[in-house]
């Protein structure tokens, strides 16, 4: 099945505890994405990542890390953790060439730091 | 100004009625609109995608764009209790791709 997992779906830390939330897909996608969604904000744009040791900023980069070291695996970092990254975070993939590519979505990730 | 605007709604219509749900965008170079739809816990899922002017149906989903008014819009024809969700108007360009914060729609029995 296609699929894009992410892993923990439930994370709740304190601050400065870095964690790392893992994200894998299996369609062979070279565009892999992360977001954050909170409400009234819809959802930002973390990093991404046009294929193996691509990355780049998206619109709220601060505060997180990426790395694209294998196709179809897009870990995030936050080395130091902040309240104000309590979030719902998405990862996304897609082939990437077509501006009308379809983005697949992970089924999220609920971060609460304490 | 939000660079892609939504009425937050709620927006409610009984079943079987047209729910019509607009989007507008500030980027002028946008190339390409994205509808998606989003249940209560859940990722978003694409209901469609439309570049050109003028209106693109899918089953009962209809999107419609103006690029000299920067506004997409999405028609849901036959509206079920089923199409109760948050939906999200996303806009990209290039590789930047930005999201609306949604407009959620309950549809009535």
């Known amino acids: 099945e296609a699929q894009v997992t992410q892993n923990p779906r439930y994370l709740i830390t304190v601050t400065g505890k870095k964690l790392t939330v893992t994200c894998s897909q299996n369609m062979n996608h070279e565009y892999m994405s992360w977001y954050r969604q909170d409400p009234g904000l819809g959802l930002r744009q973390i990093y991404y990542?046009?294929?193996?040791?691509?990355?780049d900023k998206g619109d709220v980069p601060e505060g997180y890390k990426v790395s694209r070291k294998e196709k179809r695996n897009f870990p995030l970092i936050l080395e130091s953790p902040s309240p104000n990254q309590t979030s719902l975070y998405f990862c996304a993939s897609s082939y990437g060439r077509l501006g009308t590519d379809t983005q697949y979505f992970g089924p999220g990730t609920r971060l609460t730091v304490l | 100004q939000k660079e892609v605007e939504q009425n937050s709604g709620p927006l409610s219509v009984p079943e079987g009625a047209i729910a019509s749900l607009n989007c507008t965008y500030s980027?002028?170079?946008?190339?390409?609109f994205f509808w998606y739809r989003q249940y209560s816990g859940k990722s978003p899922e694409l209901i469609m995608f439309i570049y050109s002017n003028g209106d693109k149906e899918d089953g009962r989903f209809t999107a419609q764009l103006n690029k000299a008014s920067q506004y997409v819009s999405l028609l849901i024809r036959d509206s079920q209790p089923s199409d109760s969700a948050t939906y999200l108007c996303a806009v990209k360009r290039g590789n930047d791709m930005r999201f609306g914060a949604g407009t959620r729609l309950t549809v009535k029995p």
């Open positions: 980027d002028r170079g946008s190339q390409s």
């Open positions: 990542s046009m294929n193996v040791e691509v990355t």
